[in-house]
């Protein structure tokens, strides 16, 4: 893609910053690039040219701990993440939540001196011979500075002039702009779970939502699921799935399925199953099978969700923010529901019927079976992530708002009330009996 069709994607984007106050930092740093956590020889590949075509305009937890850790590195500065979809024309990763927008002057020496700084500890290639290591663990997509873009995608991260409108904004000398592919603003990508120090921990509706450790460490993703009285957790490290049950008191034993950036898991009687994204593609691994994981034919997806009803199972795909379904009884066919916009899926049955949950716009929309696959709104908004569960005849949807995880329930009209859980970066729920569990990273 020509630099000039990056600027007429994003040039709409950048007077929003210009009414953000860019501040001084409290104090020049004594370094000038920001700690670089134990990471291994595993590295996420270069991020594919993947522009905004959703409205979702919540900070998504990815760009959201870049900022974090630059105003830890930098002190105060002016920073925006997501911004509202009518406030400037064009498309912008901004709309979407996964653009980071912080404050260098390039007119400021220490500031311009910081600013490169950052951007070679960015493209440095680390010891184990890893390119761009650090912008790759992250999954950055392309990057904006002082009249010059380096996208992941070209070059990679070569060095281009960018064609701008000579203001502080349109220049971006006031500021660094950084889009994150949806696998880094998910926090997918091995910044995260290249780390061993994110812990999946649970809760649940008996201990009053009390948050406790499971043990289970350096997990980026989690998914679970119940057979009978026991709870099983499956959790994604450095792109590998791994098992742990209650029974064995959450030890995590690998299911040698690999490659993976998101996982969704349910059962039909005692048979467990693993649906896996790789790449874009749909594998489903069963605990009878011994976790083979064989392709279901389903591709193009960014994210999914699944459930059964009765012995049919059904897998819910997002592609390019459309939801389809496929089911077991028909091959895996992928056929359109209709409901457009999505950025998040989740799904439950109630009997016969299915429900699907999409985060559109940050809020989240209910649709059944029953209704033909129309979206109505449940009035819970501002959320970055959702898991849903059944309990009887009650259907509960668990939504993650600034970090901090809210209980809704079908019984209490969607009121979205604090479980007092916070810190969170993603969510799964399940039930056992009439007790609820949350599990969260």
Not at 136 to 143: A, S, V
Not at 261 to 282: E, Q, R, W
Request: aromatic share 12%; proline share 4%.
């Amino acid at each position: 893609m020509s630099i000039n069709n990056v600027h007429r994607l994003v040039s709409g984007a950048l007077a929003v910053f210009a009414a953000v106050a860019v501040g001084a930092s409290l104090a020049p740093p004594a370094h000038a690039a920001p700690a670089t956590p134990a990471l291994g020889p595993n590295v996420s590949g270069y991020a594919s040219y993947d522009p905004q075509s959703t409205c979702d305009p919540t900070d998504k937890p990815g760009p959201t701990s870049l900022k974090d850790l630059l105003l830890q590195t930098y002190g105060s500065r002016g920073w925006n993440i997501a911004r509202s979809c009518s406030s400037e024309a064009g498309t912008s990763e901004h709309k979407e939540g996964r653009a980071l927008d912080f404050g260098f002057d390039a007119t400021n020496p220490t500031q311009r001196a910081q600013a490169y700084d950052l951007i070679n500890w960015l493209f440095a290639t680390d010891q184990y011979g890893n390119t761009h290591a650090v912008a790759r663990h992250l999954g950055l997509m392309y990057i904006i500075w002082d009249r010059k873009l380096w996208g992941s995608y070209n070059g990679p991260f070569g060095e281009q002039v960018y064609s701008c409108d000579g203001t502080p904004s349109g220049c971006h000398t006031n500021h660094i702009h950084f889009s994150f592919s949806w696998s880094g603003a998910r926090q997918q990508t091995t910044w995260w779970t290249g780390q061993t120090n994110r812990q999946a921990y649970e809760a649940n509706s008996a201990n009053g939502w009390q948050n406790l450790p499971t043990g289970i460490s350096g997990v980026s993703a989690v998914a679970a699921l119940s057979v009978g009285s026991t709870k099983y957790i499956y959790s994604l490290v450095n792109g590998g799935v791994y098992e742990a049950s209650s029974a064995n008191g959450w030890q995590s034993f690998p299911t040698g399925i690999g490659g993976v950036s998101a996982i969704a898991v349910m059962s039909v009687g005692t048979t467990k199953y693993i649906y896996t994204l790789v790449n874009g593609s749909v594998y489903e691994a069963s605990s009878i099978n011994g976790w083979n994981s064989l392709p279901t034919g389903i591709g193009g997806a960014s994210a999914i969700a699944v459930m059964s009803v009765g012995t049919t199972k059904y897998i819910y795909s997002l592609v390019n923010g459309s939801v389809y379904e496929a089911s077991s009884a028909n091959g895996w066919q992928s056929f359109p529901t209709g409901i457009g916009g999505a950025s998040a899926i989740a799904a439950l049955s109630l009997g016969s019927t299915k429900y699907i949950y999409s985060l559109v716009n940050g809020g989240v929309y209910e649709a059944s079976s029953a209704n033909g696959w129309q979206s109505f709104p449940t009035g819970i908004g501002g959320v970055s992530a959702v898991a849903v569960m059944p309990v009887g005849t009650t259907k509960y949807i668990y939504s993650l708002v600034n970090g901090s995880v809210y209980e809704a329930s079908s019984a209490n009209g969607w009121q979205n009330l604090p479980t007092g859980i916070s810190g969170v970066s993603a969510i799964a729920a399940m039930s056992v009996n009439t007790t609820k569990y949350v599990y969260n990273i």
